[in-house]
């Protein structure tokens, strides 16, 4: 069977509409009395361990992640849940006691800010820079993932979906700045993981069972020959064989991504104390094995269903249109917006930390008032959100048949390695300093781009592809990483050491003064 659009009850919209109009109502009463850029980019660090553990849930499984893992799961297998229990739960335990409790007790902002602090100030430019771009672009990803589920469920215009979906979120984003975007996650964490529960459940009973939904892919033939494997073997034909997933996500993105990704650090930064900041991590990391089972699994059962569907990343959203019964679609549709919100208000307030912190107050004006940085991070989120629309529909015309979780993973892998590197020599050896770090950076960046073009373009150089698999991303990170790190050792060992106080700080009798 091929995809479908399928049409909703009236019930469907009214679950729908209540929902949309109630998170955007609550966005907007709890940002009404704000007075400074440290209610809204950190929520006057008052928010507590339980609701920023549901908002990094809520916030890292997005509509790429419901659209992009179950479509990866659907082309090679239930070996994509790697990118969970791998990929997120080892390196969040890891931030919570080691890394967290360092950027919390220096009172930073952004994870660039730290860079200063600990380097100097063209480091943080660099990282700021990448950051801006990154989560930029990956607005409008996850824009256009919201018109892919939305178009296949409704038949909604793509045009119509990337609207609605950046007014609903700009509006309680620019009003309620990090604490709208905390407390909305923790119910959209809840609504998400009950609807996609609800999938799960009706797709395994509609198959009669685990067992029969294996013999429908084992009987595929070939094409799902590893499909039931969680590690898989390195010569098989998968992009997720276990050195990529081990060395690749494991050792280098993952960590990265938990350790030194912005929209996710931020949340613990807004703690109302350095335990509630690491309690959160963990808790996060609890609720975390919960997510490969709801989205990956309804991948498989989309293939067992429907072997023949053109485009992978449609598998969870034709399932949906096929198992919900009438009534329980809206159910499932808000929480897929719940899921999709929760990731754009995550990137989307963070972009305007980052914007407002590392280059207005850096480099515009160190002497704004309290009213002057509210009111210029309001307006980076309000610019954010139109260029992600734009970005959206650029992706709709240039990027169609792109796998939307091989874009996210690719952009990421240019400057994730290096900026782990960075952050990595930063904590574990004092001699690095701030010249070493910045070459390091930036010759792991030139590194990760370098060997994306070869293996992109490897045809047109007259050459063999450097990685025999689609998602390169795991292995020419791991290279960049190394670059890195290579470099800066030397850059270091060959310039004169930064001051004392550049490393006396991550003791934790060290000074918690900021820059």
Known sequence: MNEATTTLAGIDYAIIAVYLIGTVVFGLALGWKFKSGKDFFLAGRTLPWWAIGMSLVASDIGGTDIIGVGGAAYRHGISAANFEWIGCVPAMIVAAFIFIPVFYRTGIYTIPEFMERRYNAGMRAALAICWVLFMACNLGIMLFASAKMLNVLLGWSPVVSILLTAVLVGVYTFAGGLKAVVYTDTIQCAVMIGGCLLVLLLGLSDLGGWGNMMEKINALGERTENHGELIV??????????????????????????I????????????????????AFVWGALLKTLIPVIIVIPGLIALAKFPDLADGDNAFPTLVAHVLPVGIRGIFLAAFVAALMSSVDSYLNASATVITNDFYLRYGNRN?????????????????MVWAVLFAFWIMKAGEGTPIFAIFQTLMAFFQGPALAVILLGFLWKRANGKGAVAGFLSGIAMSVTLWGMQQWHTELGIEPLFKVSEAFLYFSVWAFLTAVVVVVAMSLLTRPDPAEKTDFLTPGGSPETI
């Open 368 to 384: 704004a008032t309290d009213r002057q940085i509210l009111n210029v991070g309001r307006g980076c989120t309000a610019a954010l």
């Open 233 to 258: 073997p390195a010569d098989s034909e998968s992009p997720f064989v276990w050195p990529g997933i081990l060395i690749g996500l494991a050792l280098i993105l993952s960590p990265a991504y938990w």
């Open 260 to 279: 030194g990704n912005q929209a996710i650090v931020q949340r613990s930064l807004g703690a109302k104390s350095q335990f509630q900041a690491q309690a």
